[in-house]
């Protein structure tokens, strides 16, 4: 059997979740926005789906907009905080976000609204005193993801947001890769805008939601009817929207598991380091959510790894799974100060709740074996 370890690109559904999705697309068809018995029928359906995704956040339901995932959410919120305004406005972001989010504060950009980017540390993790300085009468927004999808770092939103709240500047949140990993409260945040998307902790593909706190003025991104708080005209999957509720319910009723990624990830990491020479955890001197760990392996380059864990029976990836393919190295790692050698010899490994003991010792084994054959087969010097 194969083992799984590429959960932050995406992750398998959970079973709730499937069978809400498969139940719900055969019995709920009515139309939410009809007033009929089967249009009732699934508003509520659509509604309770809310609640359980409001509930994961400690959020409100009237501030859940449904939505097709994280790429969709980032895109709404940035455009929509930034088309509030009459005229370009200055937007705060960092170096590592993800290409969602990147794209449009460049996007933006061209269109003359004026950029900050702010670099992280060695460790991955954006100093918030950086972000704070860089704030000025005329910034309008400022968006920080929560956890990097690449490293896992957790970064400071919750001492920027706090200042940002202080002085009338909206700030957005990507979430993807913090939902179901480690506990979120908007609340605790204080966040403005925040992004998640369903298939990031066990839930479908094309389901996400945008967290939009009341009296942000968040301005609609489709128009055509009133759906989603006219934010998002459209008739709402509400099969998809369901079993992206099952999956953070699941969240919610799986707290033991979820605190359990950390043990399963630490017993990984030490395996690793204390079996092969020349190994490091990138990231590993910051706070991470507990699943995803950066490693590199010197000598070895990142592609030669991920083929030859797949022929292991392994799924891990060379970086973030929009970013897979390019040659360059990880963006993120090359900001971290990590050089080209290095970024080119690093891969991501992220597990999930469901990971088991014998998985993770199965891979450290199949990691050693793999890393020694691509040694021998170039020759490689093991450098520290």
């Not at 939410?32 to 339901?61: I, T």
Request: with cysteine; net charge negative; aromatic share 4%.
């Amino acid at each position: 059997m194969r083992i799984y370890f590429d959960n932050n690109a995406t992750t398998p559904m959970h079973p709730s979740a499937v069978e809400t999705l498969t139940t719900l697309s055969a019995e709920v068809f009515g139309n939410p926005s009809s007033v009929h018995f089967e249009g009732r029928k699934a508003k509520q359906v659509l509604e309770d789906a809310r609640d359980r995704v409001a509930a994961l956040l400690g959020a409100e339901s009237k501030d859940i907009v449904f939505t097709s995932g994280g790429t969709e959410s980032n895109n709404a919120a940035l455009r929509g905080v930034v088309s509030n305004g009459s005229e370009c406005c200055h937007i705060v972001t960092t170096t590592i976000e993800h290409p969602s989010v990147t794209a449009v504060v460049a996007d933006l950009e061209v269109q003359g609204h004026e950029v900050t980017r702010i670099k992280p540390q060695a460790s991955g993790r954006v100093d918030a005193d950086e972000v704070i300085a860089a704030l000025r009468p005329g910034t309008r927004l400022v968006t920080m993801m929560l956890a990097n999808n690449e490293t896992g770092v957790i970064q400071p939103v919750k001492e920027v947001a706090e200042v940002c709240r202080a002085r009338g500047i909206l700030f957005h949140t990507d979430a993807v890769q913090a939902i179901g990993k480690t506990p979120v409260s908007v609340a605790d945040l204080g966040v403005d805008v925040l992004a998640l998307a369903g298939h990031k902790f066990h839930g479908p593909k094309g389901a996400g939601a945008l967290w939009v706190r009341g009296g942000s003025g968040l301005a609609g991104w489709v128009i055509g009817g009133s759906q989603e708080r006219r934010r998002r005209a459209g008739t709402e999957a509400v099969p998809l929207y369901a079993a992206l509720g099952a999956a953070a319910q699941a969240v919610l009723d799986e707290q033991d598991l979820v605190l359990g990624m950390e043990s399963m990830r630490d017993r990984l990491e030490e395996a690793i380091l204390g079996a092969i020479d020349g190994s490091v955890v990138n990231g590993k001197d910051a706070a991470r959510v507990p699943n995803t760990t950066n490693l590199r392996i010197s000598g070895c380059d990142s592609e030669s790894m991920v083929i030859g864990l797949d022929l292991e029976g392994i799924s891990v990836s060379g970086g973030a799974a929009c970013g897979s393919g390019r040659v360059e190295g990880s963006h993120v790692l090359r900001e971290m100060g990590v050089s080209l050698e290095d970024a080119r010899s690093s891969f991501r490994i992220s597990i999930c709740r469901f990971t088991k003991k014998d998985e993770i010792d199965q891979f450290v084994g199949a990691v050693v074996r793999v890393a020694a054959s691509v040694r021998a087969s170039t020759g490689a010097a093991v450098t520290a």
